[in-house]
């Protein structure tokens, strides 16, 4: 039975870029990518991401799939079979489990979040909001995250709906969805553009995300954003190489893969062009964190006319692209238990839910009642200070241990797994050896993206401060 929801494949390439892309396009895009960029002061953030996007993301990307169609299983067997195919230790297995474990935790948060943006929608509908300038709006987002009662009703809603979803088996329950659910986000997307473009100080939002200042940018901000390239990709934790496993054999992996990464671009950037007008026209601090998507798009949507429908519907498909990511944090970890310990897809959904939900109160309540347990931790070498963490909530640990850490490391062994120990048989089975894609890929895989995830891992430590002292 288990055997058999593994071996079922999406009807066609097309759903399978549609989900993936489902997979990709969440709350990184529209309400991460913004926030991370107005911290770590736009243009010079945005370039490092787009260069790691480039360099490193869309070929792991390309060998993330091929590990998910040629293992066929949960990411911890797949690696382990694909490891005995080539005649490579078993503990590659252990680059599967770190991937399900940070598919787990950022969940945990994911979950919260995604409650923020369905607290919005009856917001929104109310009409609360029409009419009123920042001020008021500003105080409605503090108001909302300092209720942990709140916070956990709607984590509660959303991790309901996630697996409910996931114990109906993801092809059943993502495939109808996603055909509708991708095209409306990206008009509303387009219809708040042309809301920043004529009201919003447009010029001055595009030139603080494409003029790069590289005084503005830390090497902890480098980090941040290649850690972004990955989590906004959905990159380095298995989420890929499950939906890969779906993926029907004689599908192109090279197109599907740019298809995929480009879409998320375009729909982060437009994010960025929308949110950053309306930051600087109504005087907003664009570094005001993770609140900055909750702050700004209202005040957009209370001058305008049919605000209250766009609004709504604004938020209704926030969530909608959530939840198809928050499915694809979390089926590693259930397609493994299913095959562990033989349990059903609705038993293991139970349990992981349950588990995922009672993590996420900690991310829920670091915005209020555990507000003041903080860490702060920073390496002091020789050649300066070096912050790893400043007076840093749970929420924020969560999220910079999974996406600047684990996912990016993620990423480095699955790039080594597929360059060097893979054999080249079998990676000549899954990717067409066109003449020059197949050449520039490997090259990027071999060399390009495990050097510079290890040159930013050291720069954010301080190593390499210390080494060129
Ligand atoms: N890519 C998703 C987003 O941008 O919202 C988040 C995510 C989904 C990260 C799945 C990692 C993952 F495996």
Known sequence: MQKKSLQSLWSSRFIFILAATGSAVGLGNIWKFPYITGVNGGGAFVLVYLLCVLA??????MAEILLGRRGRKDPINCLKYLAAESGKSPLWKLLGWMGVIAGFLILSYYSVIAGWAMAYVPYMASGMFSGQGSDFINQQFDSLVSSPTT???WHTIFMFMTMFVISKGVRRGLENAIKYLMPTLFI????????????????????????PDFSKISSDGILSAMGHAFFTLS????????????????ASITSSAIWIALFDTIVALVAGMVIFPIVFANGLEAAAGPGLIFKTIPVAFSQMSGGTFFGSLFFIVLVFAAWTSSISLIEPAVVW???????????????????VWSVGLLSAFSFNILSEVTFSQSIVTSAGEFVILKDASIFDVLDYLTSNIMLPLGGLLIALFVAWKMKKEYVHQE???????????QFLLKFVAPTAVLIVFMNALGILAFIMK
């Not at 490193?56 to 990307?61: E, K, R």
């Not at 033989?342 to 349950?354: E, M, N, W």
């Not at 003449?435 to 890929?441: D, H, L, S, V």
């Open 56 to 61: 490193i993301g869309i070929p792991i990307l």
């Open 151 to 153: 916070l956990v009703a």
């Open 188 to 211: 509303l997307l387009l219809v708040l553009l042309f809301y920043s473009y004529n009201y919003g100080a447009f010029s001055q939002g595009l030139s603080f995300l494409f003029s």
């Open 235 to 250: 990159l380095g934790m298995g989420a890929i190489m499950v939906y890969g496993s779906y993926l029907p054999k004689d």
């Open 337 to 355: 238990l299913m095959d562990k310990f033989s349990v059903t897809r609705f038993k293991a959904s139970i349990i992981l839910g349950f588990l």
């Open 431 to 441: 990717i067409a050896a066109h003449p020059i894609i197949f050449p520039a890929w």
